[in-house]
């Protein structure tokens, strides 16, 4: 259990610097994700299941695609088919699937050969504790972030726009001179 916690700790940590040092930012997001998956195999590792299911759907999933939507809306031009011809590669795919491939291998391992220690300082949530917990003394939290995200998309759909720039007839520029 120890080896594979140490395994998923050093995917988890070469994942987030390869987030740091990537210039592209889908690169970057690729590595985020596996850092993310890796980071839900220590909550299961540490007795926590629905946080580790949670973090693979809400922050791998449904987050990320929020962030790839901006980043990909943010790059619009002529260049935009030549990059994403770039980034189909396979050479980038490869080391955030290798890694991710470590992880889920971990992640299955642990699902189908161990049982969970029963330990009486371990807590079980369920969906509905988290709901309660959210909605009623978080509620107010929890609405500032959907407004903070909403605020984001919108601020990254009006930088994306390109404006054309309408000038009165008499101003435009002529080259008769």
């Given at each position: 259990m120890d080896t594979i916690f140490y395994i998923?700790?050093?995917?988890?940590?070469?994942?987030?610097?390869?987030?740091?040092?990537r210039h592209n930012p889908v690169h970057a997001l690729l590595y985020l994700i596996v850092s993310l998956l890796s980071l839900s195999v220590i909550f299961y590792l540490l007795g926590a299941p629905f946080a580790a299911l949670l973090e693979i759907i809400i922050y791998a999933g449904a987050i990320m695609v929020l962030f790839i939507f901006v980043i990909m809306l943010l790059n619009l031009g002529?260049?935009?088919?030549?990059?994403?011809?770039?980034?189909?590669?396979?050479?980038?795919?490869?080391g955030p699937a290798f890694l991710s491939l470590i992880v889920f291998a971990e992640l299955f391992y642990l699902i189908y050969t161990s049982v969970p220690e029963t330990?009486?300082?371990?807590?079980?949530?369920?969906?509905?504790?988290?709901?309660?917990?959210?909605f009623k003394p978080y509620i107010l939290a929890v609405e500032l972030?959907?407004?903070?995200?909403?605020?984001?998309?919108?601020?990254?759909?009006?930088?994306?726009?390109?404006?054309?720039?309408?000038?009165?007839r008499f101003l435009k520029e002529t080259d008769d001179l």
């Open positions: 998923t700790a050093a995917v988890s940590v070469f994942a987030t610097l390869m987030v740091i040092t002529k260049e935009t088919a030549k990059q994403e011809k770039e980034w189909l590669k396979p050479r980038i795919w490869v330990n009486s300082a371990i807590q079980t949530v369920d969906s509905k504790m988290v709901a309660v917990s959210l972030a959907a407004m903070l995200l909403m605020a984001g998309v919108v601020g990254a759909a009006h930088i994306g726009q390109h404006k054309k720039s309408n000038l009165h």
